[in-house]
């Protein structure tokens, strides 16, 4: 990471997040069975799984996006679902595809934030960007827009301008994917670097095991939609459950692949 790198102070306090016996359906899917996770107020708290298993949905519940079918979710003593939380929560949530503005450019989607809440003046505001840019190695690419960028661009384009917000919350949905080596490590970095600085609570989502291994206070394993494990990362050096270590640890086997066993499991 670059030694010019200092978080933004926020004002006000962070949240902690509680999800009690949430059930989300979509028509007759199942998606999220009956999760219950409680993060403390300035954790890291890494949710892992495999693809599908329900990350993305459950981040959008927590996030407000989508009300559970059932059970709830709190931000602190706030209902996610109820409207009014957004007003009272500064809330980031770095999507997993950037959702950036594609008729702004990179300058004023990170801008949009601060202008719309009359947080200071443009000079102000150009400070901010300026920094939340340069902290993400895009200083350069201030005023392309999101068709002109490659995907792990517009991923940092998505962070930076949660930065941007002086979150009090901040969601993650795979922040590391599409990044380089490098860039990943300098994702993890500034997550770390973040929650030191601010004691924001940070919540991500991810597959990737050095972001959860090396920066998580708590790491809790979803599988088909139910939570599996929650622990330390030390807990799961060395997994004892054979379906959290081969997540983990999956083996390379190139004389028995798994796309074979696959085709003889049908025969
Ligand atoms: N709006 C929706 N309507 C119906 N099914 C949905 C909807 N959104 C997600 N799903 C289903 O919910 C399941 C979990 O999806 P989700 O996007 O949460 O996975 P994920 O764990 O984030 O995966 P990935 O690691 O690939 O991002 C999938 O089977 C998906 O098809
Ligand atoms: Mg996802």
Do not use: W
Request: aromatic content about 6%; charged content about 25%.
């Amino acid at each position: 990471m670059t030694s010019t790198f200092t978080a933004t102070p926020f004002v006000g306090k962070t949240f902690g997040v509680t999800v009690a016996n949430l059930t989300k359906k979509y028509g007759h899917t199942t998606v999220l069975h009956d999760i219950n996770f409680e993060v403390k107020p300035g954790e890291i708290f890494v949710i892992m799984g495999p693809s599908g298993s329900g990350k993305s949905v459950l981040l959008k519940q927590i996030a407000g996006l989508e009300t559970p079918t059932s059970g709830e979710v709190r931000i602190g003593e706030y209902d996610a679902a109820d409207p009014a939380t957004r007003d009272k929560v500064r809330l980031a949530l770095v999507f997993q595809a950037g959702a950036l503005f594609n008729s702004l450019s990179v300058y004023d989607n990170l801008a949009l934030y601060p202008r719309e809440h009359r947080q200071c003046n443009e000079a102000g505001i150009r400070d901010r960007v300026m920094h939340a840019l340069q902290i993400l190695s895009l200083e350069k690419s201030a005023y392309d827009f999101p068709s002109e960028l490659s995907g792990g661009m517009k991923k940092r384009v998505a962070i930076a301008r949660a930065l941007v917000m002086e979150p009090q919350l901040l969601l993650y949905d795979e922040p590391t994917s599409e990044l380089d080596p490098v860039m990943s490590a300098t994702l993890i970095e500034i997550i770390a670097t973040l929650r030191e600085q601010t004691a924001v609570t940070s919540l991500v989502v991810t597959h990737d095991r050095d972001l959860a291994l090396n920066i998580a206070d708590r790491i809790a394993i979803i599988m088909d939609g139910r939570i599996r494990a929650t622990g330390k990362p030390a807990d799961f050096k060395q997994p004892s459950d054979p379906v959290i270590a081969n997540f983990f640890n999956p083996v390379i086997d190139l004389k028995n692949p798994r796309f074979k066993q696959l085709e003889n499991s049908h025969e």
